[in-house]
């Protein structure tokens, strides 16, 4: 007689992908401190500061979305959503591209919106970064 063992684990991406996607979200905050150390400062190196780290957020979410967009084309595991993940990293890509066109202007331009969009990205990077490394999985072993 045999028996199934139900079970719990977690399906996470590989290390490389791993290591990009939880590498936007320090970049993506310092960013969003730096906007706010401008805001209550009107030094103009912070902006700067956060033009040069939405720049690294955004290598790293993009090289992460073409692994996420990899994991579409493979397939979908049970109770994983790939597409929701991968829509959620597109969203917090494309939000950062229009926050570094937002901080491309003079420094002084920059607020208010630079900083509300810091804010949004940073939030949803560190969405995007929970849904990706955070994906249960139910199933028997492999």
């Not at 490389?16 to 993506?28: E, K, R, S, Y």
């Not at 979410?61 to 397939?75: E, P, Q, T, V, Y």
């Not at 490394?133 to 492999?142: E, F, I, K, T, V």
Request: aromatic share 12%; net charge positive.
């Amino acid at each position: 007689m045999t028996t199934a063992v139900q079970s719990t684990y977690r399906d996470t991406p590989n290390p490389l992908h791993a290591t990009l996607l939880a590498g936007q979200v320090p970049l993506f905050l310092g960013a969003l401190l730096s906007d706010i150390a401008y805001f209550r400062s009107y030094q103009i190196q912070w902006s700067n500061f956060a033009s040069w780290l939405i720049v690294g957020g955004l290598v790293f979410g993009g090289l992460a979305l073409l692994f996420a967009l990899a994991g579409l084309f493979r397939g979908a595991s049970a109770g994983r959503h790939p597409q929701a993940y991968f829509l959620l990293l597109l969203t917090t890509w494309v939000l950062a591209f229009v926050n570094a066109l937002e901080h491309a202007k003079d420094a002084w331009a920059v607020m208010p919106w630079g900083l509300a969009l810091s804010v949004i990205v940073a939030v949803l990077a560190c969405a995007a970064t929970w849904v990706g490394l955070a994906q249960p999985r139910h199933g028997g072993a492999r």
